[in-house]
């Protein structure tokens, strides 16, 4: 059964930085496109960050150059590095990996059914002062 399990929230001063962690169990992350998306309370969910299982990264506009996604293969560890936060950036942020077998970053970003995707349980990030 897969399973995703993510940590690393908390609650930090707006310039501050989180590194988030995702366990993945049930699945090999780099067979897989991976991506870490967040909601906030009356927001649409949103893509911020895909890797593909060759390696290929991409970055949605508003966190591209502050925030870092990566993995550690050998622990089958998606990791989401959050740097210069802002208050729009709270929210609660949940690891993701895409169940099509025919798909990219950019559909993933764009993914409707979440069905189409085993999410983790999400963990919470607040900035502010």
């Known amino acids: 059964q897969e399973q995703l399990l993510e940590s690393g929230g908390g609650s930090v001063q707006p310039g501050g930085s989180l590194r988030l962690s995702c366990v993945a169990s049930?699945?090999?992350?780099?067979?897989?496109?991976m991506a870490w998306f967040r909601q906030a309370p009356g927001k649409e969910r949103e893509g911020l960050a895909c890797i593909a299982p060759y390696g290929t990264t991409i970055y949605s506009d508003s966190v591209e150059g502050r925030f870092t996604i990566s993995r550690d293969i050998a622990k089958n560890t998606l990791y989401l590095e959050l740097n210069s936060l802002k208050p729009e950036d709270t929210a609660m942020y949940y690891c993701?990996?895409?169940?099509?077998?025919?798909?990219?970053?950019?559909?993933?970003?764009?993914?409707?059914?979440?069905?189409?995707?085993?999410w983790g349980q999400g963990t919470q990030v607040t900035a502010s002062s």
């Open positions: 049930g699945l090999v992350i780099n067979r897989n496109y």
């Open positions: 993701a990996a895409d169940r099509r077998s025919h798909t990219s970053c950019h559909d993933f970003f764009r993914l409707r059914n979440g069905a189409d995707a085993h």
